[in-house]
């Protein structure tokens, strides 16, 4: 933006020249650059903070000794992962209070390369919500899947001088890194050189491998499940993502490691979390009412949830509430529950009591649609022949994206194919890009389902069909349902269609309104435990959604076949 025109009317505003916007007094406004809770009526002007102090204003606000933050922020968000169009997820998050996220559009990017990017950029252009995109590092996730696109540095520098580019999103490829693959440090350094941020992406990096990610300038990681994680971060200079997503909940076993020597390098991200969620549980307002549950200062709590994120990815007219800086705030009651009353960015109101009470505009664009593009399949598609009854089996852990690496002796049949049996479910990844053909099938344990199938265009990052059942007819039902609706999720047994989510753009996201989806999702959810049998303790949709993810330890399944993340190269089920 311009600021020589709105400086002349901040600085009018703030000497008393000219009427401010709004005052807003009785609240107990979050200092969180000196970390105290300050009485004094608040003047905004030009979408802006002014200052402390009255001021002849063109409108008032009561706070009514509610507690007044600064707008929160979400350090790393798959928009894509709430299955609902930018604007619909504005909808929901700025009603618990965020205002601002960093957004990675690798779903998207993986699906539909720059056109995918570019409208993200449109489509959250002209909302309240400040959205900044980190561009994806890594499209495909590594060369072992096959993606929708491919996007190396110099397709990246097309848009990443956009200033609402924040900089380079998690570098996934840290076998990359660490070998210093020229690809990947040109992606780094085309960010480096421009001043901004590189996010991270490290599971199970420690010592000297970390030290070497650490020092490519890689700002952050998210990744981190144990508090010892976490502080050897922190002490290599990073910043701490705490992440509380759907599948991934990591907050409960982090927060006891925030202190008072280590908070300013700690932010909140939610990552990859559901409409259902979002509306039930909350969003950042979520991660604060657990950290505070677990001990955290709530001052310090607000700090990570605003200026933390704000100075970690640059948002330097964000993340407090000081004098010329973008009024986003909100009112909650208290600093143990942070129940959100109002919200509002830039100085205007815009959400009350749980609803947005302004327009969201939607954008379309036919770039991202008809994304599902497959090779007919035929009753033989999924068969997995094995030369002996032992297999390698990937098996499920509760609440989480990591897998443990089993072998079992597995079911076959008469011409030595394994059946589904014993707590053991088939998994299939087909590809539905280019209609190549590729089918990767394998194996899993802990995911309990019986009696039919579940699939889903959403599989991380590649977005590949991903479809599990424990037979071979209702997975076919499945993929094909999802042909003919143009991706989402669906449910099937017996040979027909239980129900179905579509997701017409870019087979991730719905058109529909975020309380339509979540609907949905919620009769689906009943379904998938208690038709299907889905074990409660796992996640039925989005955990299937990351077994396609091979950068996640420690076995995968691509549309090329099992991958060990442990060794980064494929595997045979078979023993």
């Known amino acids: 933006m311009t600021y020589r025109p709105l400086l002349n009317d901040l600085v009018d505003m703030a000497a008393g020249r000219a009427p401010v916007d709004l005052v807003v007094r009785n609240a107990r406004i979050v200092d969180v650059f000196s970390q105290r809770i300050v009485e004094a009526p608040l003047a905004i002007g030009g979408g802006r903070f002014l200052g402390f102090f009255e001021a002849e204003a063109h409108a008032t606000l009561d706070a009514e000794g509610r507690y007044l933050l600064p707008g929160l922020i979400d350090g790393h968000v798959h928009i894509e992962s709430s299955l609902v169009s930018p604007a619909q997820f504005a ?7 965020t205002t601002a996220v960093i957004a990675d559009p690798h779903e998207i990017a993986n699906v539909c390369g720059l056109a995918g990017l570019r409208y993200m950029l449109d489509a959250t252009r002209d909302l309240p919500l400040d959205v900044r995109l980190a561009l994806p590092s890594c499209v495909p996730a590594t060369p072992f899947e096959n993606a929708g696109a491919v996007l190396d540095a110099a397709a990246l520098a097309t848009l990443m001088d956009d200033p609402r580019v924040a900089g380079l999103g998690e570098m996934m490829n840290f076998p990359g890194v660490l070998a210093g693959d020229a690809d990947v440090l040109d992606k780094i350094a085309l960010a480096l050189d421009r001043g901004k941020t590189v996010d991270g992406h490290s599971p199970g990096l420690a010592g000297r491998d970390l030290a070497t990610y650490a020092a490519a300038r890689i ?3 998210h990744e981190c ?11 290599l200079g990073m910043y701490v993502l705490l992440r509380e997503g759907s599948a991934a909940r990591d907050m409960a076993r982090l927060a006891p490691g925030i202190t008072p020597g280590n908070a300013r390098r700690c932010v909140f991200c939610t990552d990859d979390r559901q409409p259902a969620d979002i509306l039930r549980d909350g969003h950042i307002d979520n991660h604060l009412r657990i950290a505070v549950s677990h001990g955290v200062d709530p001052v310090t709590a607000v700090t990570i949830a605003t200026l933390n994120a704000a100075e970690c990815f640059g948002l330097r007219d964000r993340g407090a509430v000081a004098p010329g800086r973008v009024a986003d705030f909100v009112l909650v009651d208290d600093l143990t529950g942070f129940a959100v009353r109002k919200v509002y960015a830039a100085g205007r109101l ?34 997995l022949p094995l030369p002996t009854g032992l297999a390698r089996v990937i098996g499920l852990q509760p609440h989480s994206l990591l897998t443990d690496a089993l072998e079992r002796d597995v079911p076959r049949d008469a011409s ?3 059946t589904p049996g014993d707590g053991l479910v088939k998994l299939a990844v087909v590809e539905r890009h280019k209609a190549t053909g590729n089918v990767g099938v394998g194996i899993i344990e802990g995911y309990g389902l019986r009696g039919g199938a579940v699939a889903t265009t959403v599989a991380h990052d590649s977005h590949n069909i991903v479809v599990a059942g424990d037979n071979d007819a209702d997975m076919l039902v499945a993929v094909r349902e999802l042909e003919r609706t143009g991706g989402g999720i669906t449910l099937c047994a ?12 870019a087979g991730l996201m719905s058109d529909r309104p975020a309380t339509e989806v979540s609907a949905t999702f919620a009769q689906m959810l009943s379904i998938a435990h208690e038709t299907l049998h889905i074990s409660r303790d796992i996640e039925p949709f989005m955990t299937l959604s990351f077994l396609t993810l091979p950068v996640i330890p420690a076995l995968k399944l691509t549309d ?10 494929f595997t045979t089920v078979g023993v």
């Open 560 to 569: 090329r076949g099992l991958f060990d993340v442990r060794t980064f190269s």
């Open 416 to 418: 030595g194919c394994f």
């Open 91 to 97: 909808r929901l998050v700025l009603a618990r209070g």
């Open 350 to 383: 815009v959400a009350r009591d749980g609803a947005v009470v302004v327009d969201l505009p939607d954008h379309a664009d036919p770039a991202v649609r008809d994304t599902v593009n497959i090779r007919p399949l035929d009753d033989t598609a999924f068969r």
């Open 219 to 221: 700002a952050t990681d």
């Open 494 to 505: 017996g040979g027909r269609v239980l129900a179905s989510l579509p997701l017409p753009v």
């Open 225 to 235: 499940t144990t508090v010892e994680e976490m502080h050897e971060r922190i002490a």
